[in-house]
């Protein structure tokens, strides 16, 4: 157990519907990252939030979105699903937002849009 | 702006037998290095890393890597391959802003033969 909790860990949904992956940092971790990982895109990171503030944003798709609540848990909000959209998306957090230390990854949530 | 290319998207080597997994990195700054290593159905484990001071740095399960500037690489080896090290092994370079931002290159799936 990595100490970075994500759920659900599978989630099958259709076509233009909207989903929310949850993610819970590490304890004492501030900063929380999410990425997308596909087989023709490897590992795209999408955007990064540092103790409720976004900090880095990436290949985000604007039909895509994210926040940081104040208890350090992140959500990311995946809408009008297509099926381009089936991908592992993986949070990882770090204890600052800075380029140091490297990251602690979650087991993941694999979507799967039918 | 930051990349790596990982030469080889698949190695296969025989157990006992010396691994080696290259790593190339472009960036306009002095770089921060990582190896995370991805077993099936799991997240990212960070092997090891590399930012300033000795430039082979050890990591865990036995590898190690070396960062040479003058050749911008981070090759990943190990002097004997053991069954379980079969996974995929990702190189990783930080992003010059001041965020923790990663660039991964596109992977390594090394096999391991008896």
């Known amino acids: 157990d990595s100490g970075v909790t994500q759920t659900p860990k599978h989630l099958i949904t259709a076509t233009g519907q909207r989903v929310t992956l949850r993610c819970s940092p590490r304890?004492?971790?501030?900063?929380v990252y999410w990425y997308q990982q596909s087989l023709d895109q490897g590992l795209q990171f999408l955007i990064q939030y540092y103790n409720g503030e976004e900090r880095a944003k990436g290949n985000i798709l604007e039909r895509f979105s994210a926040q940081q609540f104040p208890d350090l848990h992140s959500e990311l909000n995946l809408s009008s699903l297509e099926l381009g959209d089936s991908a592992l998306y993986f949070c990882?957090?770090?204890?600052?937002?800075?380029?140091?230390?490297?990251?602690?990854f979650g087991s993941g949530t694999r979507l799967t849009v039918v | 702006a930051q990349s790596v290319t990982q030469l080889g998207s698949h190695v296969s080597v025989s157990e006992g037998a010396l691994v080696l997994l290259r790593c190339n990195y472009s960036?306009?700054?002095?770089?921060?290095l990582f190896w995370y290593v991805q077993y099936p159905n799991q997240g990212l484990q960070l092997l090891l890393k590399?930012?300033?001071?000795?430039?082979l740095v050890k990591g865990i399960n036995g590898f190690e890597a070396e960062f040479k500037k003058s050749e911008t690489s981070f090759h990943l080896t190990k002097p004997s391959a053991h069954m379980s090290d079969a996974a995929e092994y990702f190189c990783?370079?930080?992003?010059?802003?001041?965020?923790?931002?990663?660039?991964f290159g596109q992977g390594t799936t090394l096999q391991v033969k008896p």
């Open positions: 990882a957090s770090s204890v600052d937002g800075d380029r140091y230390y490297g990251y602690t």
């Open positions: 990783a370079v930080s992003s010059s802003s001041n965020t923790g931002k990663l660039i």
């Open positions: 960036s306009s700054v002095p770089p921060y």
């Open positions: 304890s004492g971790d501030l900063s």
């Open positions: 590399y930012t300033t001071g000795a430039t």
